[in-house]
């Protein structure tokens, strides 16, 4: 196997999987702060990416471009839902919460189906065809534009967090909730923002990986379950784990992809997930719970 | 006598006449609702008494169909062979992954989580085993009889139903004991507060390891009852998330750790999932995924405006 | 607390230089003392002592970091809680742990099926002991209904019905009105007068501490600084100066 193809694969890999380290850093943020399992996470990216889709089909709005508004959607929607929905349930068992997702997920995933059909779609841009050459070494360049959505939404939200008002409050809830009340923090608004911006991951992460991959309702499923994945690997509540466990998902992925049946590729992702559970359950960068 | 009791052979009772009133069409669903109920009452006894939420429930389901239909398409052997094998490797499926679990203080969602990477695993798993038929399935020769052959477990629609309506009232009973006794005691305790449990002198690994055992063992029965009724066996199928879902569906509608729940859960569920397609065909609404979408909605009112599930507020009524 | 008075005395449980850090920080030094049986028995001391690290210790949520506990002649050091309890000792908690969805009776037949066999055998236990403890009559009711002060008494009753030798105590008064307090104290009297049950309570509470206790120990910054009986432990000079400060009504 010459050395070329599998830098080209690795490198392919790093790229998707910073794309798929945004997309698990929403629900990384969601879940670090509101403490309530996205159930329906993978969903909402599939959705995003049919609505790059639909807009690219009518208008042909480049998904970059398309970003904005869908971002946008998904940053008022994501904040109606915990609002609306799951601030009620926030003292409910642990099982209710998670029943709640589940449902929604059901419905979006049908809805999809019933709108779109089985049937895969995706956008079709000029650069897609098109790659960088570094020596040997190909970069193709739309995977390397949404590599970089991916590292510079991911850059802004680290930013809000570390510097503006709202985001250390947002971290003060995610410390100690009670707490947070005290010195009169708007939790509930505040967590409702939170789910806002996990939302804006996610948009984000689809509009880009609509240029990777052609989009089917399945995909739903499978988003979420991999953005747990990526979020345990990584470490819950750290921002650069969940890009750290992304690379390492996407690389690993692409490798399988290579040299095993590409069939069997998730299978390393549930076996990784398995032996960091067992091994360092808070992830290799997060902090353990006390 | 207590009401529940009398109720539970009131309801037997009927369920046994049952084909006497309904056509073949209504007896497969009635054998549905009562292997959902039977299912759900299984993994019940992990979540609803001992407090562990499993979401992978369909690798127990699928290792016992996949087992009993393995060595019956390779080898001949019957089912009831087959039985002990499934049963004895799914609790020891299980009981690995309790103790992986607990040894190693996971709960809550990261348990969850665990388990339906378990499930997933084996489903990819098995889409590459060779001596399964990959993903292209497994399909056991069906014989059509009209007698009952219960050693090799081939019959009419009717002898599976009254298998099922078996099975589903054998787990009752079996969980109505365990929960008086003082497993049920144990399990209740550890479900509420293991702190306090452990006070009392409850080795809580031990219990909870037990529960997860009989949760497996229990499941995998109704896998090799999936495989010789069904007859044909595909990963992406058994295995897959959504059986996992639609085996917790009961229970948490019908009422998690009740009795009573998993089945009411299962009844409602089915019948309503059969009346909407119905309703939907009758309008010429045949959309992939409509029927689904109305499942999310009635599940997502449940979840929001009866969060113990739809028994409890019935036994009240019915002061059982 | 047995101290030069109680060589007499058959020791219950004999705690021999137990150590305790947590991450550098040492929470318990080189503690030592004996528990006489049949009596009751007082561990004060100001908040941070490390009073609760040594119940822990006792009741096995943790091991020592060095040092052994010996109870009834067994070193029991290390082992699990429900170990602990199966050897004979029960424990309440600071915050109240009631099983919330189980009935009063059902809660106290979880403890006590640890000796009974049969379901018949713990409902008749558990209702002779909601009897002694005054519950009887909430019996049926769920244990998320009840005031904290019957909590408390739950909280008793379900250590009780593990049949212990000994009875270890997490500041049960705290929270309870005086007339409460005073009723808790004739609660215990009444026990470790009937059964002999030996009993170690952890308290803030000076007025049942000096009611109920005929041995004290008292400790500060994880060591033991004096021990004996109260009316000569709260005269000590270590004492009143480790407390200077602190509300006492003695």
Redesign the interface.
Known sequence: MPAELVANVVIAGVLTGLVYGLMALGLSVIFGVVRV?NFAHGEMMTIAMYATTMLFAAHKVDPFVAVLPVAALFFVFGYALQKG?INPFIT?P???Q???L??????M??????IF??DARNVQVDYQLESFEIGKILIDKARLYAAGAAVLTAAALFVFFKKTLTGKAIRACADNYLGAKVVGLNVKHLYALTFGLGSICVAVAGCAMVLLVDVT?GLG?YYT?LA??IV?VGGLGSMGGALLGGVLIGVSEALAGLFI?P??K??FS??L??LV??LR?QGLLGKKQT | MTRAAVLLVVLVALLALLPWFVGAYALSVATLILYFAYTGQAWNVMMGFAGQLSLGHSLYVGVGAYVAGGIFFHWGIGPWAGLWLAIALCVLLGLVIGFLAFRFGISGVYFALLTIAFAEFTRIGFDHLGWTGGPGGMFLKVAQRDTWDIASFRGPPLMYYYSMLALAAGAFAVCHLLLRSKAGYYWQAIRENEDAAQALGINTFRWKMLAVAISAGMTAIAGVFFAFYYNNLFPEQIFNISRSIEIILGPIIGGLGTLFGPILGAAVLTLLSDGITELLIHFGWEIPGIKQVFYGVVLLAVVMFLPHGIWPALARRLRV | MAGACAEAARLILEVHNVSKSFRGLRAVRDASFGLAEGAINGLIGPNGAGKTTIFNMIAGVYAPDSGRIVFQKREIQGLRPDQVCDAGIGRTFQIVKPFAGLTVLDNVMVGAFLRERTAAGARAHSASILRKLDLDAKATLPASSLTLPDRKRLEVARALATRPRLLLLDEVMAGLRPTETDQMVQVFREINRTEGLTILLIEHVMRAVMALAQHIGVLHHGEVIARGAPHEVVRDRAVLECYLGEETEV
Do not use: D, Y
Not at chain 1, 102 to 107: E, G, L, Q, R, S
Not at chain 1, 109 to 114: C, D, G, P, R, S
């Open positions: 399992v929905f409910r642990e099982h209710s998670f029943m709640l589940v449902a929604v997920a059901i419905i995933v049908n809805a999809l189906l019933m059909g089985p309702p499923p379950l747990f994945v345990i049946v069939s069997a998730s299978m549930f076996g997930l398995i559970l067992l359950p």
